[in-house]
């Protein structure tokens, strides 16, 4: 039960669920992956991503971790059936596009914004055919190379895309799913192109169920305090601006 949580993205998308997991579970030890190094995660195949993963969830195990949370929605709709097929004595819980709240909060308009992987896959079109009724219109489209460039901090090119992306919509969207969670740290700049839009991610729900294994498991911290770490494989600099986001967000 003194394990961490262990939790890992293509980089610093996952700060968002990360943050929602320490509010939720603040007493709890934290391991946080960021995999910088192969960024992005949705223009790669599954075979490249099972490998990938697979050497991120060995050196979760090393690092003694009691529970893996994969804060990508990529890396959960390619992965995750997988990953628990290779390590059935570890606990996974994964992010997907959050289309059923789409379908939960009756919305009528519904914009599945997600990275190119993510819009194809199996998993996304099953939430699709089983959280959409008659009176609901969604719209499945891609983000393109809008993950890495919020990975890059290239603001103004994430703005740009974003319009044009988005502007198509702004007649009748009443809702965007956030398909990835890099799209989680760009709330302001989605709503200054669809201020009416409702955004929807699945960071708290996530969160939720990552307490609830615990619980179920009987493997929460019974200790008041709780710590932090980051790990990037690519770049310390990457580190120091992951802890300055999740201050801010």
Not at 66 to 90: D, F, G, H, W
Not at 217 to 242: Q, Y
């Amino acid at each position: 039960m003194n394990g961490k949580i262990g939790v890992f993205d293509s980089g610093l998308g996952g700060l968002s669920v990360l943050k929602e997991l320490m509010k939720l579970l603040p007493n709890e030890d934290y391991l946080f992956y960021e995999d910088s190094i192969h960024n992005p995660y949705g223009v790669k195949s599954e075979e490249e991503l099972i490998e990938i993963t697979s050497h991120i969830v060995d050196y979760l195990l090393e690092r003694d971790c009691k529970i893996i949370v994969i804060a990508c929605n990529t890396a959960t709709t390619s992965c995750m059936k997988k990953l628990r097929e290779l390590y059935p004595q570890m606990i996974f819980v994964g992010t997907v596009p959050a289309i059923k709240v789409a379908y939960d909060s009756h919305c009528k308009h519904t914009i599945i914004l997600s990275t190119p992987y993510t819009t194809k896959s199996k998993r996304v079109q099953e939430l699709i055919h089983d959280y959409t009724d008659k009176d609901q219109e969604l719209f499945n489209i891609s983000g393109g190379d809008l993950a890495h460039l919020i990975e890059l901090g290239e603001m103004e090119k994430v703005k740009a895309l974003l319009q044009d992306l988005l502007l198509p919509y702004q007649d009748n969207a009443d809702s965007i799913v956030l398909g990835c969670t890099h799209y989680s740290l760009i709330k302001k700049e989605i709503q200054e192109v669809l201020p009416n839009a409702l955004l929807l991610d699945g960071c708290v729900g996530v969160s939720q169920e990552v307490k609830r294994q615990l619980e179920s498991h009987h493997l929460l911290k019974e200790s008041s305090s709780g710590s932090l770490e980051i790990v990037n494989d690519k770049s310390d600099d990457l580190i120091t601006r992951s802890y300055e986001i999740l201050e801010e967000i």
